[in-house]
Structure formats: structure tokens, C-alpha cells
């Protein structure tokens, strides 16, 4: 009988189990977790700090004695895998109660590992420091929060790290009403998205209470245990500013689990995965790997790159098991990874897919950025609310580069339609035409992604040449005229200095009033101005459109 | 200077003037419109009935004066192009309001003038039947609504027709306070979907307070205007009832305006509409049409078909602009049609797109049907709403032919996905694939798209084999064994007769059960039954799996 040996018990390893049992009644499948722990819904986590989720049951998908029933799967929890023998195709593991070792042959092996959250060095050994990775961490957490100084609760939390998991963390950690400082090394929040997009997004943050420490790291602590009184410990920031801290949360990024796939010699990836091939097989034909632990090809630069998403994780442990029991379908490799994520706080939205600009600027990648503000749905119906969407395009080959939207509503819609047309290899322009489903409630006749591709034919076809809000001042500096074309009304909201108002309508009329060199004109989003610049021109004028108009200005100023 | 002139103001033609002037300042343009408004709102109209759009305001997008001083057009309303002269290149229009006649010469003619809501014969001249297209419709509508007869409002409102607009009429009438009675005259609501998917919806609207009478169609009044006070009036089914009737709403559907262009002598194609190429030009190159007028090929069948939707309608005529003008992009023909659409009734929306089963069936092509009935997001964060999904796909090219969903949430995002899916030419077993956003408050880390890959790779590869709901019974007169897997606890939402029931985790304990010949398994919504068909195939025996489970099998009853 075929022995098949997994390792790890949660979305790549299940999902690799479950659907090999599926294919084959008779293999012997055995599945090794170190936690208490399988098949638990890792992203849920954060949400039952807050009570959100209130059942910490509804966490734990599975059980042992349930797969075992269900799939008949041999689930080992509290059972370590220390070391693989890939001559002898076996893997030792240590049982975590007794400390045993056994060995257990396989003829295929599935790593799927995941990752461990890296440590913040300068708080090494400070129990005031937790992670988010499991459900044991979890129950960690709900202790700490449940400690009561003089009958209080702990109050001040500080969480490291402005990525997905800390923006989660802080969310819910505000929502059980603790004091919550967000401390990010970098100077933006959600490093995925471009610095402009992420403002609005740390601007709500703050408006809901969290404080947040931009461009600051953690280097030290006072007197680390020397009070019995946590909360007279402090943070110390590189700022060299102090933080109270009752509890700290450190979410600055994970580090895949390798350790034991390169003691055994795989080949292990630039980014520290384990490398495999579109199929998941690592350097060892006998071995595949999936998820966190894992580095596949990066769709727009191909090169190897970690995926720590739950969906990849989930669809590559299937797609494996399939390989592995030879299904007719076996043979069809995955696509490359685009990265598509999603974070909520407080009903806002912030989604992104492929690359964003900063990364591509820094590989010297030419690189058509679109900017656009529209609405989810149509503004004569009610509910409509404002959406911020970004389009990186290639300019030589017209394809989707990435995209990132930010919002209260439709942000996953939008980064899902353009993550399907990346995945079919669209153009940017073909979004243009799109049949998207529109009722007022819905969308729009003209959809956002329909917009997104006008605009970007436009630029294609040389009708638009726009500005990026970081090219203004240097624009105005070399003598551009700065035309504001918005409707009166609009002004209240905010001016860029040094601009001249001229609503597009007068233009017509009043156009001999402007210079006869280049001209910057600009609107609230961009579409004013994209009619005016298209009338300036056809009159003879030399004009370039600021892109996402003022509403992008004023959030990169944030 | 070249003239080009436009017939229709609203959604095709309000977007090729537009467009046009933002490519060509010179250019003249002139755009006829017979209604009294242009670039109003058409989706928004029955919005305004029930106050959920306050304004009337907010319907009128722009004015003819906004149009001339914002985009130098020449909009005359209340004026009809009554005659197309090819030959001269002229068209006649009648002022409206004088009677007069013109000429006006073109260089080229674009054709936008929608369509006109059908009349029902039986109901001709009875002074109680309103139709709704434009903003006058409107009025007369709230006119009629304001109407008292011994101080009270008039109270019986019968809208006559399923589609889209009857739904969203009732729902408005239904909303300011009018008792409400639906006419359809096919067998189900909703005509785009399939019967078992449209049940659900027909059933929500029943709940609100609907009455719905299905099959049955309005054949004549009693005494029309014999009384003074018309609540006397009654209408007559086919069904040889009656219903009160104060107020009647026909919408049972629209026919294209495409009297003049016949005239003419243009191309009509087989559905009454002018034919038109991929770049939207009639069968004389100086005349385009676009909007509900017009005929475009399908994208399932390639065959001339009506599109009346408004977002082809405005991305059509932004095409038609990009031609005249001679853009640089000018040669990019418009895709096939898809018609993807949506409507919403309180909460509750259905869309659809592409072809649906009963008409791919009536066209005796072969097509794979899917059924699922997964969760909008995670089910373990609050507020998960159930789907229905319905794929249709071609067994030979593995294409998606169409799909239908209905639910509370996230209905739009999936038919959208679908349909770029489609446009782009993705397989179904790629939707398998699709990275799309996840996090646990907007999907799941296995989507429903990525679900509906999975049925269909495992119908594709011969994993699954499935029944439809309406083979059942033929089934299991054939000597099938009906064996229910569902958990005990699901027992309660309803049994199909003569099933047996086994847990799925009972199975490999108890199969010895079941007989030799074929057994047809079901679940809740057919995922556990997937599980368990897997099993006893792999174990020996000869298995369907329910498609779309209990769920799918109870619509279908409704
Ligand atoms: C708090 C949190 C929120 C998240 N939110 C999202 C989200 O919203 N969206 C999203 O897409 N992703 C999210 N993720 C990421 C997602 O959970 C992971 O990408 C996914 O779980 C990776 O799957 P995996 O199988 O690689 O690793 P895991 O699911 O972590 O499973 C790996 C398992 O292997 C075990 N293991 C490791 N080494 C050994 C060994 N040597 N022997 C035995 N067992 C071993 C570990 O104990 C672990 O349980 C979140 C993650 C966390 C922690
Ligand atoms: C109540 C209602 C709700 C709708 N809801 C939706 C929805 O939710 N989603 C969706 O996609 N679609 C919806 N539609 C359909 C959508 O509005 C139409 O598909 C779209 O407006 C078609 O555009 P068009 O330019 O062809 O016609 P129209 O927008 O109707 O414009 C045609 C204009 O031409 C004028 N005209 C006609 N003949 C002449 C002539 N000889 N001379 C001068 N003028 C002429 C007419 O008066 C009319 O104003 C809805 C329609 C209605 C009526
Ligand atoms: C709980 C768990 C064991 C379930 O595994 P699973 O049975 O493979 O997965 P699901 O319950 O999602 O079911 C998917 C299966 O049902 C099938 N299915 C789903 N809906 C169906 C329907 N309506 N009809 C028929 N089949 C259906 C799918 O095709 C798939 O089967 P396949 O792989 O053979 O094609 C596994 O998902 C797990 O451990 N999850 C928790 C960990 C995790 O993912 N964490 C990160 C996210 S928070
Ligand atoms: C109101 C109306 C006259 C506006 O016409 P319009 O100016 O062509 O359309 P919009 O206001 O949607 O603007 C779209 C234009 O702005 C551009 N645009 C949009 N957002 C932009 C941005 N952020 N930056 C730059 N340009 C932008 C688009 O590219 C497009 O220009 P293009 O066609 O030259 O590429 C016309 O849409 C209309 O009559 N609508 C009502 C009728 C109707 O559609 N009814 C059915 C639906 S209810």
C-alpha cells in the first residue's frame, strides 16, 4: 500500500489529505502536526480577540477523530517532524508529550509547514510579546487579555507591524476597548499597496482611535521585568520616543518553514522557501510543498517568491494530491502567483493584486500608472460610496501589471475582476469592455473597471498624458501652468497651492486667457480634467492631466 | 466641417456625442432627441416611485444647455427624426411642438433610439396602463400615484411581466405602500434564469408580500371607464380569474426602434433590430447604431441578438465616437455579446450571464450543468449569506456557455467574475485556479468560483458523475437507491421521498448496506455527497451524486 506523509495539518496539508483520501480509498495517508491543532481557520483568528467570532469553536474546522472518520486520515497532533531521510524515504518525528522519536516511511511526502512569525529581536525574551499563528497562541492572547491589574484589565497594546495581520490585531484589539498603537518600521502602512493608497486607508485608522507610529521601530524596553507592574514598562522607539505597553503584539512578517526540507538538502529558494516547479515538486521528485513554506514563480517577474495566502495554500495542497494519485487532470501545473489580498478595518476596504509601483520603479520597470476615484455604484441611487483604484500597466505589451483599490464597498469586486482578466492575460484595454452586471444598486453602466480601461486606452492611444502627483511640484518648479477645473462647488474641499480656477465649462470662452507653455490642469479625480485637457489640446494647447486629480494629490500629502 | 447627427439622447447617443466632441472640437454635432430629457437615468426611473431615489433630480444627468456649454453640442428636444434620406445623406425631424420640419445633412448618422415598451392588446387604450422608459413615464406615473379617491390613494397596482423592470416596479410599489399583484405570463419569474433558480427569488418576493400569479396573462377588463370610480374595474386572466386593478405597469418587454432605419431600407436582423458589424455600422457605412435598437452577435452563438442593457448601450456608442473621429484606436471591434444582467428585490439579487439551460437545451447543444450552494464568505465570521450558483458549461471546449447566481451578498462580484472569465475565453476548470481576494469578512480561501472549477474538473475528469433534479424521479423509477448523507442535525430542513439515510461518516462502516445496482447520493447542497460518492466509487459501487444536493432539488419543487 502507497504511503503518503504529510506535514502539517492545516490548509495545505488538509486540503492535500482530504482530497487525496477523496481520489484514493486505499493509500495510506498520515498527517503530522506539531500544534494541538488541525484544520483551524488561521485568518479567523484575530476576529475572536474582539469577539467578532464569538465561539472559539467555530475556529476548529476539524478534529482528528473527525477526519479520521470522515477521510479515514491518520492525524498525528503534537507530533513533530524533525528530520527527513530522503534515501530512505522517511521521516523521524518526535511525539511533544513523551519526547519520543519514530521514524515513518513514505513513498510521497507533502511539506506543507507554513511559517512562524518573525521576532522582534529587540524584545527577545519579553513576556509581555505574543504572536497570532495558532489557536494556542490564540488562547495565549485571550489569557493575557483576561489578567486583571487592581481589577482592571491590561489596557495598553501596542502592535509591531502595519501588514495585514497587525491592521487585523489592531482592529480588534480597539474593538475590546484597549488603548491600541500601531508601531510600522516602514513610513507607509500595508507595504502591498503604493504610499498614496495606503494613507487613506492609515487616516481611517486613526480617525478610529488607533495611534499609529509610522517610520518607527521598536529598540528597546525599560527595565523589562524589573516592576511586578507590567504597565510600568515602556517601549522604547528608534524615534527615541517611549510607548506604554501592557501587552505587545508583534506581527512584522513571517519567515517560511524550512528548516528541516533544507537540513535535507532541497533546494531552498532567494526568499528562504522551499523551491518548487509549477506542479509543487521540490528539488526532490518525491517530495512537494505548498504554502507558506513554499516559493513558486511570481507571475509577472516569474522569479521564485513566498505566497503567504490561504487560498494558494488551499487550491496547491489539492492540486498536489492530484499529482500524487496520478488523476487524469493530474497533469495541469498551477499558474503563477499574482498575491491577490484583502484586508478590512471598520467597514474599510484595502485590496491588491500583482505588483505595486514602488516595486516595479525599483527593478527599473517602465510602468503606465492610472489613478481613479469613481463610485461603487451609480450616484443617483442611494449608498453610493467612493472608491480609490490604481492600475499599473505595462506599457510596451498593454498587460495588467497589478492593481490596488481601497474602499467601503466593491473593492473586492474590482480586484477580483482584475485578478481574473491577469489570470486570462487581458489587457488593460480590453477591461474597457468588460459586461459587468449593472442595476443602480450594483455598478455602474460605465463600471470602474470599465473606466479603468478608457483610461488607460486613453493613455495608450496618446489621447491623455497625465502628471503622477509626485512629478507636480517639479512640473510647476519648471514653469507649468496649474489649471483647476473643478466645479466651483468643489473648491471648499481643498486647493493646490499655486493652481488658477477655470471650471471646465468657461473654458471654451476663456481659454486665450492661458499661457502658451505647458499646462497642468487638474480636477477632483481626474475625468473633469480629462475633458478639458482633450478640449485644451484639440485647441492647440500643450496640456498634461494630473492623474486621480486632487483626491489623489491631497492623499499622498497625508 | 464634417456633421455627424444623432438620433436618441440618452444612453448610446448622449456617449457618442460626448466622446466625439472630446476627440473633435470641429466636428458639428447635432443631437436629436423626441422626449423632453436627455442623459437621464433609465435604470433610476423606478427607484424615484418609492422615494428610494428622493429626487427627481438625480435621474437628469445633464441638460441640453449643460450639453452645449460643457461639450459644444447641439441638442434638440422635442424633436423626432421622422425619415432617414441616405441617398442625400439628410434626415427630416418634426419640432415636436410646432410640427415643423427640417433637414439636416450628415456626413455620418449614429442611430441610438432605444427601444419602446410592448403593448399589451388586451389592455389597448384602457386609461389605467402605464409603461416606464423615460422621464415623462415618470411623471405621469407619480401623477397617477397622487391620485385620491374619497381622500385614499389608490391601492391595487398590477404590474404585468417577470423581467427585470417588473421586478423592480413591484418592488417600488410594493415599498411606498400599494398592494401589489405581479402577472407573469411564462411558468416562472425572471425569465434569463433557469426555473429552479428564479424559485427562490419568486418565493422572496411572495414573502414580502407579493402576489404572484405565474402562467397566467391578462385577456381582457370588465367595463373599462364604465365607472366613474375605475377601483370597479377588474382585469381578466387566462386563467379565467380576476384582479383588482387601480394601477396596471406593463412591462412585458420592449421592442427596438427601428422603424425608421427599415424605412430606410437598412439591414433589419431576425429579432427586429438594425443589424450591425462588430464596430457597430448598419448595412450603409455612413450610419451606425448602436444601444437597444441594434442587433450584435452573441458570444455563445454568434447569431444576431438584442442587448437592451445600458452599459453595452454607453460602450457602444464611446466606440461608434472612437470610428467616426478616426481614433488611433479606432480598428478595435466591440466583443461578442454577453449579456450579463442583475436585478435586486429587497436584499435579494439574482444575475446572470451568458446562455442559460433551457434555451441551450431548446437548441439541442450539449452542456454540462453545476449547481452549488456555497457561502458568500466564511462561515465562521458573522454574516455569511448563502449562494445559489449555476454554471453551464460546453463538455467538448470545457468553455463557460453561462451562469446564474442568487443571494444577499456578493452575487454581483461572482457573476462579474464569471463573465470576465468568459470574455477573456477561460475554461471552467480554470475558475478552479483564480486567485481572488480572501480574507474571512469577503470570501472564502476556497471562493465559490474556485468551487465551481473544482465540479466542474471532477465532472470534467469523470470523478464526479450527477444527476439533475428532474432525473430524479426517472432515476429512481428505474430501480436507483436514493441514499441521503447529510448530517442528522440537517434532517429537519426537509427529506426527498424514499430516501435512505447514512451519514457520510458512517459510510465505510455501513455500505455493505446498500445494493449492488446504482445509487443516487445527496447532501444538503452536494458537497458532503461529493465526499461520499468519492468513497463508495472507490469502494465498488456504481454512484451519481444529486446535483446541487437537497437545496437544488427543493427550489426546483417550488
Ligand atoms: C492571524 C492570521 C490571519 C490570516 N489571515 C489571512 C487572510 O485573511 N487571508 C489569507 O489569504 N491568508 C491569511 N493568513 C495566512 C494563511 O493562514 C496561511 O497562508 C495559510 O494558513 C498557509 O497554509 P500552510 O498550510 O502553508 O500553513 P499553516 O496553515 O500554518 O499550517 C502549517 C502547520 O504545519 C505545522 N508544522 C510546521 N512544521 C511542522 C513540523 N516540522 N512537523 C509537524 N507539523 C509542523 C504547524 O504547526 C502548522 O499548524 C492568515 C494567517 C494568520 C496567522
Ligand atoms: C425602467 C428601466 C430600468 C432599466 N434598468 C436597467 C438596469 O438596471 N440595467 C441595465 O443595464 N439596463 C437597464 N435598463 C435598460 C437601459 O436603460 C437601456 O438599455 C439603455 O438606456 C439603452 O440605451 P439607448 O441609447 O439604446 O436607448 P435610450 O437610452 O432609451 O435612448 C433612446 C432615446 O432615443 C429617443 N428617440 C427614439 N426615436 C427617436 C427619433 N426617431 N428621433 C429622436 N429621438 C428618438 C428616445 O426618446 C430615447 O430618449 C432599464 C431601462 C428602463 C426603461
Ligand atoms: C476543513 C477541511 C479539512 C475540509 O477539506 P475539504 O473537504 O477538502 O474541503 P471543503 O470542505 O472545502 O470541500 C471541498 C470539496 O467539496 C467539493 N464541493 C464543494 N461544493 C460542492 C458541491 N456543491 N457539489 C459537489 N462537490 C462540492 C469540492 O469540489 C471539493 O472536493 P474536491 O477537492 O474533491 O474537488 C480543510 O479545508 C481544512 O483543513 N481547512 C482549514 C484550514 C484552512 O484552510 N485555513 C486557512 C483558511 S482560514
Ligand atoms: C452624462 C453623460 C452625458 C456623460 O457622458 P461622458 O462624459 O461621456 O461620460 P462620463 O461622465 O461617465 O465620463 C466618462 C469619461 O471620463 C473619463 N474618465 C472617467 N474617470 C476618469 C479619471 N479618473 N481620470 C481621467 N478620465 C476619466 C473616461 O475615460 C471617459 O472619457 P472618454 O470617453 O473620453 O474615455 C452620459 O453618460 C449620459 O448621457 N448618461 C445618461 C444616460 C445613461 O447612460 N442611461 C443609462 C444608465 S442609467
Redo the contacts between chains.
Keep these: 500500500r502507497a504511503v503518503t506523509v504529510i506535514v502539517g495539518g492545516v490548509?495545505g496539508g488538509m486540503s492535500a489529505a482530504?482530497r487525496l483520501r477523496?481520489?484514493?480509498?486505499?493509500r495510506e495517508i498520515v498527517v503530522f502536526e506539531r500544534g494541538e491543532h488541525v484544520s483551524f481557520?488561521n485568518?479567523?483568528l484575530p476576529?475572536h480577540v474582539s469577539g467578532?467570532?464569538a465561539s472559539r469553536d467555530?475556529?476548529l474546522?476539524q478534529s482528528p477523530e473527525?477526519l479520521a472518520?470522515?477521510?479515514?486520515l491518520d492525524v498525528r497532533v503534537r507530533t513533530e517532524v524533525v528530520a527527513i531521510d530522503r534515501a530512505a524515504r522517511t521521516v523521524t518525528a518526535r511525539d511533544l508529550v513523551t519526547g519520543e522519536l519514530s521514524s515513518q516511511p513514505y513513498d510521497t511526502l507533502v511539506l506543507s509547514p507554513g511559517a512562524s512569525p518573525r521576532g522582534s529581536a529587540a524584545l527577545a525574551g519579553d513576556f509581555r510579546v505574543h504572536t497570532l499563528r495558532d489557536v494556542s497562541d490564540l488562547d495565549r492572547i485571550m489569557a493575557s487579555l483576561a489578567i486583571t491589574v487592581d481589577d482592571a484589565p491590561l489596557r495598553e497594546a501596542v502592535v509591531l507591524g502595519g501588514g495585514?495581520i497587525g491592521v487585523?490585531l489592531a482592529e480588534n484589539l480597539l474593538a475590546r476597548g484597549l488603548s491600541v498603537t500601531l508601531v510600522q518600521r516602514g513610513a507607509q502602512l500595508l507595504p502591498a499597496l503604493d504610499a498614496e493608497m495606503a494613507a487613506p486607508f492609515a487616516e481611517h485608522m486613526v480617525d478610529a482611535g488607533i495611534r499609529l507610529r509610522l517610520g518607527a521601530e521598536v529598540v528597546g524596553t525599560t527595565a523589562v521585568g524589573a516592576s511586578a507592574d507590567p504597565t510600568d514598562d515602556v517601549l522604547l522607539l528608534s524615534d527615541g520616543s517611549t510607548l506604554p505597553a501592557d501587552l505587545i503584539f508583534s506581527a512584522i512578517g513571517v519567515q517560511p518553514s524550512s528548516a528541516i526540507a533544507a537540513e535535507a538538502g532541497l533546494a531552498i529558494g532567494p526568499n528562504g522557501g522551499i523551491l518548487v516547479d509549477a506542479m509543487h515538486r521540490s528539488s526532490d521528485p518525491a517530495i512537494f510543498a505548498v504554502g507558506d513554506a513554499a516559493e513558486k514563480a511570481d507571475a509577472v517577474s516569474g522569479e521564485p517568491r513566498l505566497l503567504p495566502?490561504?487560498?494558494?495554500?488551499?487550491?496547491h495542497g489539492?492540486a498536489v494530491a492530484d499529482t500524487i494519485a496520478g488523476?487524469?487532470?493530474s497533469g495541469?501545473p498551477?499558474?503563477r502567483?499574482?498575491?491577490?489580498?484583502?484586508?478590512?478595518f471598520r467597514g474599510l476596504?484595502a485590496?491588491s493584486?500583482g505588483w505595486n509601483e514602488r516595486a516595479l520603479r525599483s527593478r527599473g520597470r517602465a510602468v503606465r500608472v492610472l489613478h481613479s476615484h469613481p463610485l461603487s455604484h451609480?450616484g443617483?441611487?442611494?449608498g453610493a460610496e467612493m472608491l480609490s483604484l490604481k492600475l499599473l500597466v505595462d506599457p510596451e505589451t498593454d498587460l495588467i501589471l497589478g492593481a490596488q483599490a481601497v474602499g467601503r464597498d466593491g473593492?473586492?469586486?474590482r480586484?477580483?475582476?482584475i485578478?481574473?482578466?491577469m489570470?486570462?492575460?487581458?489587457t488593460a484595454?480590453?477591461l474597457?469592455?468588460?459586461?459587468?452586471?449593472?442595476?443602480?444598486?450594483?455598478?455602474s453602466?460605465?463600471?470602474p473597471?470599465?473606466l479603468l480601461g478608457?483610461l488607460n486606452?486613453n493613455r495608450?492611444?496618446?489621447?491623455d498624458r497625465t502628471l503622477q502627483w509626485h512629478e507636480l511640484d517639479e512640473a510647476v518648479a519648471a514653469g507649468a501652468f496649474l489649471l483647476d477645473v473643478r466645479a466651483p462647488g468643489q473648491l471648499a474641499e481643498g486647493l493646490i497651492p499655486g493652481a488658477t480656477h477655470i471650471p471646465?465649462?468657461q473654458l471654451?470662452d476663456r481659454h486665450h486667457e492661458l499661457p502658451n507653455g505647458p499646462i497642468v490642469v487638474h480636477c477632483r479625480v481626474g475625468q473633469g480634467a480629462?475633458?478639458a485637457a482633450?478640449?485644451l489640446g484639440?485647441?492647440g494647447h500643450d496640456v498634461v492631466n494630473l492623474d486621480g486629480g486632487y483626491l489623489t494629490w491631497r492623499d499622498a500629502q497625508r
Tied chains: 1, 2.
Design positions: 490548509a482530504t477523496r481520489l484514493d480509498e486505499q481557520a485568518c479567523g476576529y467578532t467570532i467555530a475556529l474546522l473527525g472518520k470522515r477521510f479515514r495585514y487585523e495566502l490561504a487560498g494558494p495554500a488551499n487550491r489539492r488523476a487524469p487532470d495541469s498551477s499558474p502567483a499574482l498575491g491577490t489580498a484583502i484586508v478590512g476596504a485590496a493584486v451609480a443617483y441611487y442611494p473593492v473586492d469586486k480586484i477580483d475582476v485578478a481574473t482578466a489570470s486570462a492575460g487581458l484595454s480590453a474597457a469592455d468588460l459586461e459587468l452586471a449593472y442595476a443602480p444598486q450594483f455598478g453602466a460605465k463600471d473597471i470599465n478608457y486606452s495608450a492611444a496618446g489621447h471646465v465649462e471654451r480629462h475633458t482633450r478640449l484639440n485647441l
